[in-house]
C-alpha cells in the first residue's frame, strides 16, 4: 500500500513548475541600456516587420516620426512594465479558474487488546470540496476584466511614448529651423551696424542709433546661442523618449514629413465620439468596472455554502467499511455581509472613477479642440503676414536697383522679415503643439502596431517560466 501512495504522490509531483533563479544585476542592467543604439540589427527586423517594408539600408540614412516610435516601442522601459502588468494579470485568469484539490486523510489505528484476526484498523478518507452559485464563473469574469483593463493600459503607455516622440522631434525640428532664421537674422544685424557705422562716420546717424543697433545684435547673437543650446537639450529628450542614451543619437539625422502640416478645422462633436470610442483609459475604466461587478457576484455567491463530499474507506480487524460523508457550512452567524458591503462599495468606486475620468476626457477634449481652432487661426495669420512681407521685401529689392530706397532701408525690411519669420515659426510650433494635445486627447489603440501588445521583444526565452508535465 506504501508503494502504490508514493507511486501516486511522484506521479503528481511530477507536473510541478521547477524555480529557477534569474538574478538581477544592477552592473548588467546599467551595460544594457549604455549599449542600447539605432543600429541594432534586432531593432532592424523589428522596424521591418512592423513598417512592412525592408530597410535597404542599415543603419538608416535618416529616421522619421514613424521609425522612431517604433523604436520607442522597441526600446521604452514603460512599456515593460506596463506589459509585465499584463503577464500578471493573465496569470490571475489561470489563479481564477482553478479548482479547488480533494484532500486525502489516512489515519492508521492498532487495536493492543484483541490481536484477531488483525489488529490493525487503517482509516482513509477523501475531502472533494464543490464550489457552488458560480463562483468559480464570477472568479475567471473579475480576472478577465483586471487582465483587460491592464491590457488597455499598455495602449495608454503606448500614447504617452508616441506623444513623448512626437513632440521632441518637433520640438527638435522647431529649433534647428529657429537656429537657421537667428542667424540670418543675425547677418542682417552684423550688417544693418556696419552700415549705420558708417553712416555715423559720415555724420548722418547719430551715436544712439549706433548703439541701438549694436544692441539688437548683441541680442541676436544670444538668441542664436540659446536657440543653440535648446536644440542640444532637445536632442537630448529625444534620446530619452525613444529609450536610449543621448550618444546613441550622435550623427543621426532625422525628418519631420508632417511638420508644418495641419488636417484642418477639427469638430467637436466628433472629437467627443472618436474619443469615447476610442480612448484606452475609458476602455480601461469600463473594463475595472466589469471587474469590480464580478466581485461583486462573487461575494453575494460565498452566502452560498460549498458542499465537501468525504467518501470513506477502513479495514477495521479484517472488516471492509465504506462511507460517504456530507459536509455543509451551516451560514448561521455570518452571512458574508460584510465581504458584500465591501464589494458594493468598490463598484461604487469604480462607477465614481469611471464618471471622474469621462468628464476628465471631456474636458480635456474642450479645451484641445479650443485651442487647436486657435492656434490653427493664428497660424493661418501668421502666414499671411510672412508672406505680406515677402512680397513687399520682393518689391524693396527692385525698388533698390532703381535708387528709390538705400541699402540701409533693404536692410530694415529684411530685419522685418525675419522677425516674420520667426513669428510664423513661433505660431508653427504652437499649432504642433496643439496638434499633440488634440491627438492626444483622441488617442485610439486601433493606430498602434500589434508588437505594441506582446511581449517585449528584447526579453529572451530563457527568462520564461520552465513547465515540466
Not at 525592408?54 to 538608416?60: C, F
Not at 489563479?95 to 479547488?100: D, I, Y
Not at 552684423?190 to 543697433?213: I, K, P, Y
Given at each position: ?207 544712439f542709433e549706433v548703439s541701438q543697433a549694436g544692441i539688437a545684435a548683441d541680442n541676436a547673437r544670444l538668441a542664436l546661442r540659446d536657440a543653440e543650446r535648446q536644440s ?132 480635456e477634449i474642450d479645451r484641445a479642440v479650443a485651442g487647436y481652432h486657435a492656434a490653427w487661426q493664428k497660424r493661418a495669420d501668421a502666414d499671411e503676414l510672412l508672406a ?82
Amino acid at each position: 500500500m506504501s508503494h502504490r501512495l508514493s507511486t501516486i504522490l511522484l506521479c503528481l509531483l511530477a507536473g510541478c513548475v521547477r524555480f529557477q533563479p534569474q538574478p538581477l544585476s544592477p552592473v548588467e542592467a546599467a551595460t544594457g541600456l549604455e549599449s542600447r543604439s539605432l543600429d541594432n540589427p534586432d531593432l532592424k527586423a523589428f522596424l521591418e516587420k512592423n513598417l512592412n517594408r525592408e530597410l535597404n539600408t542599415w543603419p538608416a540614412a535618416q529616421w522619421d516620426f514613424e521609425m522612431l516610435t517604433l523604436a520607442a516601442f522597441y526600446y521604452h522601459p514603460s512599456l515593460d512594465v506596463a506589459r509585465a502588468r499584463w503577464a500578471v494579470a493573465e496569470a490571475g485568469k489561470i489563479t481564477a479558474g482553478g479548482r479547488p484539490n480533494p484532500t486525502l486523510n489516512v489515519t492508521p489505528g492498532y487495536n493492543t487488546t484483541t490481536l484477531t484476526p488483525s489488529p490493525w484498523m487503517p482509516l482513509g478518507s477523501l475531502d472533494i470540496p464543490i464550489e457552488t452559485a458560480g463562483k468559480r464563473g464570477y472568479r475567471i469574469a473579475q480576472a478577465v476584466g483586471l487582465s483587460e483593463s491592464a491590457r488597455l493600459n499598455i495602449a495608454s503607455v503606448a500614447w504617452q511614448v508616441r506623444s513623448g516622440v512626437r513632440r521632441s522631434l518637433a520640438a527638435l525640428q522647431a529649433a534647428q529651423e529657429a537656429e537657421v532664421l537667428l542667424r540670418e537674422q543675425q547677418g542682417f544685424q552684423t550688417q544693418n551696424l556696419g552700415l549705420l557705422e558708417r553712416q555715423h562716420e559720415a555724420g548722418a546717424v547719430s551715436a544712439f542709433e549706433v548703439s541701438q543697433a549694436g544692441i539688437a545684435a548683441d541680442n541676436a547673437r544670444l538668441a542664436l546661442r540659446d536657440a543653440e543650446r535648446q536644440s542640444a537639450e532637445v536632442r537630448v529628450q529625444l534620446a530619452e523618449a525613444v529609450g536610449v542614451r543621448a550618444n546613441a543619437l550622435e550623427g543621426v539625422k532625422f525628418t519631420f514629413e508632417s511638420w508644418g502640416e495641419l488636417p484642418g478645422e477639427a469638430s467637436l462633436a466628433d472629437a467627443r465620439r472618436q474619443a469615447l470610442l476610442n480612448r484606452s483609459d475609458i476602455l480601461s475604466g469600463l473594463a475595472d468596472y466589469a471587474a469590480s461587478q464580478a466581485a461583486l457576484q462573487l461575494e453575494i455567491a460565498k452566502q452560498y455554502p460549498d458542499v465537501h463530499l468525504q467518501p470513506g474507506y477502513q479495514y477495521d480487524q479484517g472488516d471492509n467499511k465504506w462511507s460517504l460523508g456530507l459536509t455543509v457550512e451551516l451560514p448561521v452567524l455570518n452571512q458574508n455581509q460584510g465581504p458584500i458591503a465591501e464589494a458594493k462599495a468598490r463598484r461604487a468606486e469604480a462607477a465614481a472613477r469611471f464618471n471622474a475620468l469621462q468628464a476628465g476626457v471631456l474636458s480635456e477634449i474642450d479645451r484641445a479642440v479650443a485651442g487647436y481652432h486657435a492656434a490653427w487661426q493664428k497660424r493661418a495669420d501668421a502666414d499671411e503676414l510672412l508672406a505680406r512681407s515677402q512680397k513687399q521685401e520682393q518689391r524693396s529689392r527692385a525698388m533698390l536697383d532703381a535708387g528709390e530706397i538705400s541699402k540701409g532701408d533693404l536692410v530694415a525690411l529684411r530685419l522685418q522679415l525675419s522677425a516674420s519669420a520667426l513669428a510664423r515659426l513661433d505660431a508653427l510650433v504652437k499649432s504642433q503643439q496643439a496638434l499633440v494635445q488634440l491627438e492626444d486627447a483622441l488617442q485610439s489603440p486601433l493606430g498602434l502596431p500589434a508588437s505594441v501588445w506582446q511581449t517585449s521583444p528584447r526579453v529572451s526565452e530563457s527568462h520564461q517560466v520552465d513547465t515540466h508535465p
